[in-house]
């Protein structure tokens, strides 16, 4: 807990951590739940929910009637309260939502774009298209590592040292946040899906590749230069033998992920129409096509292989995975755990982390971003200028 200088100090300390309590809650709060969550007796709850009501930032409403007694409140977004947007760029398409307190996330636009940089200029136009000003904040979901939060580097779409700061510049919401998707997907699980609690766990994004990121206590881990959790460059299979456009040979990514699917038959790695081939490929592998089903097999043991490796250096107590990855362990789950355990050294093969399919789904990249952007709200230092 921070030092409070001030009672104005521990006031709008206990403001921050309501919010982030009816926030973070999985079903809506009355004033007795705020109460046990935060630690604190009702009175002062009761005079922070006025507080925050006046602020045009809880709304305290009549719960369904269940029977005799005094009738209970439900703490909710205020009508006019804030919200943050946040935008998921894929290598061929993007996406626009809205999150408000409490979570609940509202899509708002999507469209495709040409694989330059010039997709920001897309969702700065869409931004403008459905901004009010309750829009306090933008998160974005990029698919490529930003070396020191600055530099975007996606080789496969050639976009190399693209700076952020020049793209973004100073006409969008007073706050930006941009970070890698996997990582945002991460998040999300850790916060609102299946990683929920777990102290040291490892989520995967899989779309045409794999990207992934180390959660210790619900935080996603950055490095030194915000580039940690680049799993997919590392040669944890060398199946494949192939040089990756990242410069290395026989990374992971090669053989996992819907370009993996595509290799196996014969096509270019695509961006676009082979995300539409890969779900076909996984279709007729599911209707029991042969050769589609040896090339989920692969996908499924190279997965499982990488997996077993990184659980040897990380222990995590639980691996998630999206995307592809969900797809993957629904048709694919035995192999894939018996290629982690072949992968695992032998006296952890008692008790493998468990491999779980993400439950935040496909928008698991949107979500952590429109998390991340609405964190912006959560602060002490955002709520002193709003109360």
């Known amino acids: 807990m921070p030092q409070m ?3 104005a100090d521990l006031r709008v300390h206990n403001q921050t951590r309501l919010l982030r309590a009816v926030h973070d809650a999985d079903q809506p709060l009355t004033r007795a739940s705020a109460a046990r969550v935060l ?8 005079a922070l929910v006025g507080e925050l009501e006046t602020a045009g930032l809880l709304h305290e ?3 369904a009637t269940t029977g005799r007694g005094r009738p209970t409140t439900l703490l909710l977004p205020h009508p006019r309260g804030p919200v943050a947007f946040a935008a998921d760029i894929r290598e061929d398409s993007w996406t626009l939502a809205q999150i408000e307190l409490g979570g609940r996330l509202t ?13 920001f200029d897309d969702i700065r136009r869409a931004t403008r298209r459905h901004a009010t000003d309750r829009l306090v904040s933008l998160g974005i979901a990029l698919a490529g590592p930003i070396l020191d939060g600055r530099r975007l580097h996606i080789s496969h779409l050639g976009w190399d040292e693209v700076d952020l700061y020049e793209q973004i510049g100073d006409d969008w919401p007073p706050t930006v946040v941009v970070d890698n998707d996997a990582r945002l997907a991460g998040l999300a699980e850790a916060r609102r899906g299946a990683l929920r609690g777990a102290g040291t766990a490892l989520h995967f994004h899989i779309d045409f590749d794999i990207g992934g990121t ?3 206590g619900g935080h996603t881990q950055r490095g030194a230069h915000n580039i940690a959790g680049e799993f997919g460059h590392m040669p944890l299979t060398g199946g494949s033998g192939l040089r990756c456009m990242c410069g290395v040979q026989g990374c992971w ?5 819907t370009n993996a699917l595509l290799r196996r038959f014969g096509r270019e790695p695509g961006y676009g129409a082979g995300r539409q081939l890969g779900r076909e490929i996984l279709a007729r592998a599911e209707a029991g096509e042969a050769e589609a089903g040896r090339a989920v097999d692969d ?5 499982g292989r990488g997996l077993g490796a990184l659980a040897n250096a990380l222990d ?3 691996i998630t995975l999206s995307g592809l990855g969900v797809e993957l362990i629904r048709l694919r789950r035995d192999l894939i755990e018996h290629a982690c355990a072949e992968g695992l050294m032998e006296f952890r093969r008692a008790q493998p982390p468990r491999i779980l399919a993400g439950t935040v789904g496909e928008a698991g990249p949107l979500r952590g971003a429109a998390e991340t952007a609405f964190d912006a709200v959560l602060s002490a230092g955002w709520l002193r200028g709003r109360i």
């Not at 899509?107 to 997709?119: M, S, W």
């Not at 990514?253 to 992920?257: A, E, H, N």
Request: hydrophobic share 40%; no cysteine; net charge negative.
């Open 5 to 7: 200088k001030t009672s």
């Open 39 to 46: 630690g604190i007796g009702r009175n002062t709850i009761a």
């Open 61 to 63: 409403v009549p719960a």
């Open 107 to 119: 899509g708002l636009e999507t469209g495709e774009h040409d694989r330059t940089p010039a997709v």
């Open 214 to 216: 180390l959660l210790l």
């Open 253 to 257: 990514s090669l053989d996992v992920g």
């Open 299 to 303: 996908n499924a043991v190279a997965l």
């Open 316 to 318: 995590p107590e639980a």
